[in-house]
């Protein structure tokens, strides 16, 4: 089983990065949990999010946040559209089903005329 957080959007924000103070590198990065084994994939519904500085190539923690930056991050979150939590069904699923359902339906006629 293996669980990762996949990219749904990265966004440039335009304001000053607290550490460098530079205008060009902060990015706000949202994330969605994928879940993936041998028997299904799932999107959850697990979300997370981070502001970086791609200039000082630190991770701003909401303690830095300055006013403005936290106003683009709360206007980004209401805009944000996260994926719909589904789960797919492998191959795997789809034979482990089939086979359990034949055994029932073999169980099923021997118990029903058992001078098969």
């Known amino acids: 089983m293996s669980e990762k957080l996949v990219t ?9 990065c607290p550490e460098c103070y530079s205008n060009e590198g902060l990015r706000l990065t949202f994330k969605q949990k994928i879940i993936d084994t041998r028997f299904y994939k799932s999107i959850t519904s697990q979300i997370s999010h981070e502001i970086a500085c791609k200039v000082c190539h ?3 923690y909401p303690v ?53």
């Open 8 to 16: 749904i959007k990265e966004v440039v924000l335009k304001n000053n």
């Open 58 to 60: 630190t991770i701003i």
């Open 64 to 116: 830095k946040w300055t006013d403005d930056i936290e106003q683009v991050f709360e206007y980004q979150k209401r805009a944000f559209v996260p994926k719909k939590p589904l789960t797919y069904l492998k191959k795997a699923s789809w034979f482990a089903i089939i086979l359990a359902s034949i055994i029932v339906l073999v169980i099923i006629l021997l118990a029903i005329y058992p001078n098969l």
